[in-house]
């Protein structure tokens, strides 16, 4: 008997997981795939954003149609962290005569080498890795070989790039993600998952393009958010309501109590009024990212995380297009800092050039970030 477990925080499960245990049964000859979410992935800071239960039951949903398929509430009901190792001695006692294998996609697998008790691990089962739209890289047989003294196994499937991250987003944005199972979909809708009830109120003060763009804003923020240990969720928020009051004049009752700074340029008006709607109307009171909608046009000096990293997927969300934008966009996945003093250097040219007034805020924001990584750039 073969028997695999495929582990994962499963928020949401969506097609792509369900097209790799085919590919697994297949490729491995399995008689069983265990499907595992976990309480909270050790490598994921901010947890999932569905519970255990609600995961479970959408697991369960998705998977109605494969006779192969269990779902086990192991991990999510020993609470706690989830640990690989621990999973592994547990799934060895039960099925003590089976071929066992843990499933992980290709990304994950890089994370293998820092997993905790690597070997314990593969004393216990083999590891059976997948791509994720990309093929997996030559070398790291051999870079696995070289460290544990035996390979993992390899699925002959690609599968597309879906990435949960996007799904969240969708979700939040009330979009319908074309990679959920129709049920699971149906479930989260009923369960008001992955939704915050400060998003969809500020969009509708939005005008469509808008939504469309503060949307790409989100799914940028989102995506580079968890490699800077940035909260998704906190992204997401600020994305989602930064331009909320871009197209509501200062003037508009509903501004009554928010007092501008003095000599803001019109352009930079909307940061302010905008963090005051989204605290004062929307219900916001996290600080960080009240902050971080506050400053998203003109920046300032002592930028946050989620301040500099609002600031630049505004700037360079996919539907935006000046000359040296893709530069700022590889430089977006490399050097979080670099980017934005790169870019906060272009936007001033620009300002010159246009003799547009320069708010004092977005000049400090340059000089400041300028003279830190001069700074760090001497003690290197
Ligand atoms: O609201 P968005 O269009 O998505 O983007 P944003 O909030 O970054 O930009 C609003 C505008 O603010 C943008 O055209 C650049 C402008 N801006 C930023 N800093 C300054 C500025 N305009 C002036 N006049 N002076 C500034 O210092
Ligand atoms: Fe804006
Ligand atoms: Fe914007």
Redesign the pocket.
Known sequence: MKVAIFGGSFDPIHSQHVALIRAAKTALGLDRVIVMPSFVAPHKRSGPSADGQSRLEMCKIALGGCDFAEVSDYEIGSGGTSYTYLTCRAFAQKYPDAARFFLVGADMLSDFFAWREPEDILANVTLAACGRGTELDAGIHEEFRNRFGKDFAEIPFTGEAVSSTDIRVMLAFGKKPEALDDGVYSYIRAHGLYAHAAIAPALSFEKEGRRE?SFR?AKLACRRARSLRIDEGKALLAAAL??CA?SIPADDPLLAGCELPADV????V??YTGAYLAEHLFGINDEEILDAIRY????REDMTPLGKLI?LA??LEDGRDFPGVEFLRELFWQDLDRCLVESLRR?LAY?GEKG????P???SAYEWLEAELNRKNRLM
Not at 356 to 359: F, G, K, S
Request: proline share 11%; no cysteine; aromatic share 8%.
């Open positions: 763009h804003v930064h331009d871009k340029p019109e352009p930079v909307h940061q998203h046009a003109s920046g600031y505004d700037l936007q300002l547009a007034p320069i708010y805020l977005t000049r």
